[in-house]
């Protein structure tokens, strides 16, 4: 080998060498354009993710993009700007309609919607709402809420006049007085409990669980999720490190929450939202995804959907949601 020849050798050498030893700084991470809603049982696993560089450590870039209420998540998920969402209950809709493909799941919204009444407008039980006015966001979380509560008080859900609103909408027709009744979900039970001292909580979703249970979590858009599976595979195992750690150290995990993401919110109210909702381990939910725990329960809020916008032919469960990706992510 004469001196050029060693010089260009070692020279590839070397930089093969430095390739290989600078990982994770020189690689490009993959970026992910995720919808999702500003409440703990949404994006409490989002943002503990995203502090803890759980996300970061399987090479994902995660784009976030806040929104009001999971319609509006859809919408822009079945429009292209985003890949995947997080929401609640309206997880059970649109996939429904052929519209996302459901992968993960996050919680059971236990006691997150709740029905709030006036007494001063001579509401005080189930039989007063009769001929009432209540307001909501239809086709959420809180809808889905409000005609189970009706149908177990034995009150048509025909019986009572539903105005349909955004929630921060709703809540505030409520408080000025317009409405004497909402069905919300946290955190907004907090600004009316504060603005209406006289308000009272007539019930919340605690009362029909496990029957009747509402859950949340993610959907990608169709022509994502099939040629995308390995970084949905990334997303989910940095959700699952920030799943377990908020399971496992619940109060320091909500602390860190508040402090980096809610401030405006105290510390009380950040851990009531959070015992308004249930979790698992992500190895305690792969039982929940293997014995159709899951597709069930997402197929009685598509039950309630589809009858409720009149649609006979659907997509059912067992059809757009995939716990396989899970399952085989998950050992």
């Known amino acids: 080998m004469d001196r050029r020849q060693f010089l260009t050798t070692t ?32 994006d409490g696993q989002i943002w503990t993710g995203m502090d803890r560089g759980s996300f970061e450590k399987q090479g994902l870039d995660l784009e976030l993009r806040q929104f009001n209420t999971g319609l509006e998540i859809f919408q822009a998920l079945i429009g292209g700007s985003l890949d995947v969402l997080a929401t609640g209950a309206v997880l059970s ?19 997150t919607a709740q029905l ?66 909402v069905a919300l979900w946290v955190p907004f039970n907090v600004t009316v409990r504060d603005k209406v001292p006289g308000a009272t909580m007539l019930a919340d979703a605690s009362a029909y669980y496990p029957k009747a249970a509402i859950i949340g979590g993610w959907a990608a858009a169709n022509d994502y999720y099939e040629p995308n599976k390995e ?9 699952a490190d920030a799943n377990d750690y908020i399971v496992a150290n619940s109060n320091e995990a909500m602390e860190k ?15 009531e939202s959070f015992k308004a909702q249930k979790m698992f381990t992500s190895k305690d939910w792969k039982r929940m995804y293997s014995d159709g725990t899951v597709t069930n329960w997402l197929q009685q809020s598509t039950d309630f959907f589809m009858a409720n916008a009149g649609i006979k032919d659907f997509t059912p469960a067992s059809k757009y949601f995939d716990p396989g990706l899970y399952l085989k992510t998950i050992a």
Do not use: C
């Open 231 to 239: 970084t949905l595979a990334k997303l989910i195992r940095g959700w």
């Open 257 to 271: 929450l508040q402090k980096g993401h809610y401030s405006q919110t105290p510390l009380s109210d950040i851990n």
């Open 93 to 111: 809709n649109f996939p429904a309609r052929g519209q996302g493909k459901v992968f993960l799941i996050n919680d059971i919204e236990v006691a």
């Open 11 to 42: 020279a590839g050498l070397a930089l093969s060498t430095f390739t290989a030893s600078a990982p994770a700084i020189a690689q490009a991470k993959t970026k992910v354009r995720v919808g999702y809603l500003h409440t703990v049982a949404v």
């Open 116 to 181: 709030w009444v006036r007494g001063d407008q001579g509401i005080k039980s189930f039989a007063d709402l009769k001929g009432k006015r209540i307001a909501t966001a239809t086709g959420t979380t809180a809808h889905v809420f409000l005609d189970t509560a009706l149908r177990a008080n034995k009150v048509d859900p025909k019986e009572v006049e539903l105005v349909n609103q955004t929630m921060p909408a709703a809540v505030t027709a409520f408080i000025s007085g317009a409405v004497p009744a």
